[in-house]
């Protein structure tokens, strides 16, 4: 509630992404259904649900459909998931991790057939970067084609990994030049740049010239898709209404 009155002042400006604990799948549906009519666009979703059985369980369907049905994209951030273990070494070689989790979620929702089972679902991967995709990818493709039968009886994906990977998951980055050099590799519309101010692992106060070097091959095209264009079809943006036309968006974000 307190968010959804402190973006009502400017709702093209501001866009709320409210908050769910997911004890159960029916607390879920009615906390999207309390959101959407709340105003706010979208929902960060825990790395673990409250619950003893994991994303990738089919039981999770009826809120991935009411998900779809209200057009709310569903949001994991890093560091929201238990951790595998201990990290090694010094305390900077755990930073090197923290995207891992995010992985493994991805990887769960892809291989356990959720998008199988609910085309249309949007997913955001949420400040892991994303110039590991066109590997991820890859090694997704392979684990497939080579291991496939690891899955149950019944459970085969009908397209290749990373199809559901490129139709269905929108990856969050700020300071990955790798992203934007494999831009060609990937589905560039499912591609969010982000300055993530005012963390300290922002771009500020340097944004623009990060990414007049960053973004320097993109075609014109690809960097008003990446750096506006994507995010305002995501969430619904009407970027002729901002007070920087969307023409001009894409070079001054």
Known sequence: RWISDYCS???NRLLAI???PLRSVEEGIAQLEAMKNAGLRGV??????????????PRWDPFWQTAIELEFPLSWHILTAKGSGRPRGPKMNAFMTIIRAN???MGTLVFGGVFERNPGLRVVCVEADAGWVPHYMYRMDH?????RYWLPPGQELSKLPSEYFSESIYTTFQDDWVAFKMVDHVNHKRLLWANDFPHSDSTWPW????????????????SRDILCNNVAELYGIDTSELPIGGDSLAATA
């Open 143 to 147: 684990a497939y084609k080579r291991h």
């Open 44 to 57: 960060m979703m825990p790395g673990d649900p409250a619950t003893d059985f994991d994303y990738d369980d």
């Open 103 to 105: 992985q493994d979620i």
């Open 207 to 222: 944004s623009q010239e990060l990414l007049d070097e960053h973004a320097a091959d993109l075609t014109s095209e690809q």
């Open 9 to 11: 002042i400017d709702l």
């Open 18 to 20: 409210g908050q769910t």
